[in-house]
């Protein structure tokens, strides 16, 4: 089985910075795409940022300058460095992963159980 788990959230102020990571264990042959989405209270979770195995990142507008995002393939880890985060940035953040579990398989979604990021004004 494929588990991915995160770290690295918390409170902040606004202005602030954190940097998620999100690691993934298990067996399985590859990973394609990684990424972060978000909820905030009472709203629908919302695409954030990915990035694919060969690099190509991909932002919503609304983090574009903030955010970065980038990943360790040798360690099949994805990061999230936050940078002037606002209180509108404050959800519950859950890494994605693109899983290939063997040669016969196609690419499946794994997600991680998500870490809190608050940003106080």
């Known amino acids: 089985q494929v588990q991915l788990v995160e770290s690295g959230g918390g409170l902040v102020q606004a202005g602030g910075s954190l940097r998620l990571s999100c690691a993934a264990s298990?067996?399985?042959?590859?990973?394609?795409?990684m990424g972060w989405y978000r909820q905030a209270p009472g709203k629908q979770r919302t695409f954030v940022a990915r990035?694919?195995?060969?690099?190509?990142?991909y932002y919503v507008d609304s983090v574009k300058g903030r955010i970065t995002i980038s990943r360790d393939n040798a360690k099949n880890t994805v990061f999230l460095q936050m940078n002037n985060l606002k209180p509108e940035d404050t959800a519950v953040y859950y890494c994605?992963?693109?899983?290939?579990?063997?040669?016969?398989?196609?690419?499946?979604?794994?997600w991680g159980q998500g870490t809190q990021v608050t940003v106080s004004s």
């Open positions: 298990g067996t399985f042959r590859s990973i394609n795409t």
């Open positions: 994605n992963a693109q899983v290939i579990l063997d040669y016969w398989s196609s690419p499946r979604d794994y």
């Open positions: 990035i694919t195995s060969s690099g190509n990142t």
